[in-house]
């Protein structure tokens, strides 16, 4: 069975989207086939590794890459852009894309704050991207059924 390809999209590919990308992967198995990708890539968060880690998620074999590495290289059915600056500044995707989607998620890794409160925004961030997957998963097997 031939699989659909998401990615998601971010500015710098080290948080929201590795975050929405393990998610997705853990949830879907084998349904998509899940990236994700950077406007201007830096290396994946610490707190990422740690919050993922939290919750059962290894994104150890995950890794931060720059959206020109994959934009025109593959057909994508879904991207999904998770970060105002990413849709701001996304280049157009049409066609090597078939439908965008905007889920605009606070920036955990700009909150100011002492160690447990940066850790606790990137918990609340985690979560609330953990809902929308599911939430919009269930929509998908719903469709497909």
Same mark, same amino acid.
């Given at each position: 069975?031939?699989r659909?390809?998401v ?5 710098g590919n080290?948080i ?5 990308e393990?998610?997705?992967?853990n949830y879907a198995k084998?349904k998509?086939?899940?990236f ?5 890539p830096k290396?994946?968060h610490?707190?990422?590794?740690q919050?993922m880690? @939290?919750?059962g998620? +290894?994104i150890?074999d995950?890794?931060?890459t720059?959206l020109? *590495?994959i934009i025109g290289? $593959? ?5 999904i852009?998770?970060?105002h600056?990413?849709e701001?500044?996304?280049?157009d995707?049409?066609p ?9 998620? @606070?920036d955990p890794? +700009?909150f100011k ?7 606790d *925004?990137f918990?609340?961030v $985690?979560?609330?991207?953990d809902?929308?997957?599911k939430?919009?998963f269930?929509?998908?097997e719903?469709e497909?059924?």
């Amino acid at each position: 069975m031939l699989r659909d390809n998401v990615i998601f999209i971010c500015t710098g590919n080290s948080i929201r989207s590795q975050i929405a990308e393990a998610f997705l992967r853990n949830y879907a198995k084998d349904k998509f086939n899940v990236f994700s990708a950077g406007l201007n890539p830096k290396p994946i968060h610490s707190l990422t590794y740690q919050v993922m880690e @939290e919750v059962g998620i +290894s994104i150890d074999d995950q890794k931060s890459t720059g959206l020109d *590495k994959i934009i025109g290289k $593959r057909g994508f059915k879904y991207a999904i852009i998770v970060c105002h600056e990413a849709e701001k500044n996304c280049p157009d995707i049409y066609p090597w894309c078939k439908v965008r989607l905007f889920w605009p998620f @606070e920036d955990p890794g +700009s909150f100011k704050g002492s160690l447990k409160e940066k850790l606790d *925004k990137f918990r609340e961030v $985690r979560d609330l991207i953990d809902i929308r997957i599911k939430k919009w998963f269930e929509e998908i097997e719903k469709e497909n059924t």
